[in-house]
């Protein structure tokens, strides 16, 4: 079955870095553009970043662009997210899935901000 497993959770201050990685299994990873995505408490699941299947274009929600970067390793079915100064609005839950939420959702990874 098709399961999404994200890690790379932890507390850092603000104007940190943290990386993230989605490790996928159960289907061919390679044909799907991949996203990240995260939800605050108390808010909705927003969208965050998407590559495409070949790493060819990126692209970023306006509230991350110039300090996430996502990849992805085909040979080892994972996608990442690079994330570097960190603001303590980037708190929050992030999970991974196709660009259209094609999957049932992993369990996410936690990524707290704060002093």
């Known amino acids: 079955q098709v399961q999404l497993v994200e890690s790379g959770r932890g507390l850092v201050q603000p104007g940190g870095s943290l990386r993230l990685s989605c490790a996928a299994s159960g289907f061919t990873f390679s044909n799907y553009p991949m996203s990240w995505y995260r939800q605050a408490p108390g808010k909705e699941r927003e969208w965050v970043a998407e590559?495409?299947?070949?790493?060819?274009?990126?692209i970023y929600a306006d509230s991350v662009k110039g300090r996430f970067t996502i990849s992805r390793d085909n040979a080892k079915n994972t996608v990442y997210l690079q994330m570097n100064s960190l603001k303590p609005e980037d708190t929050a839950k992030y999970y991974c899935?196709?660009?259209?939420?094609?999957?049932?959702w992993g369990q996410g990874t936690q990524v707290t901000v704060s002093s």
């Open positions: 899935n196709t660009n259209t939420r094609r999957f049932a």
């Open positions: 590559i495409t299947r070949a790493s060819g274009t990126t």
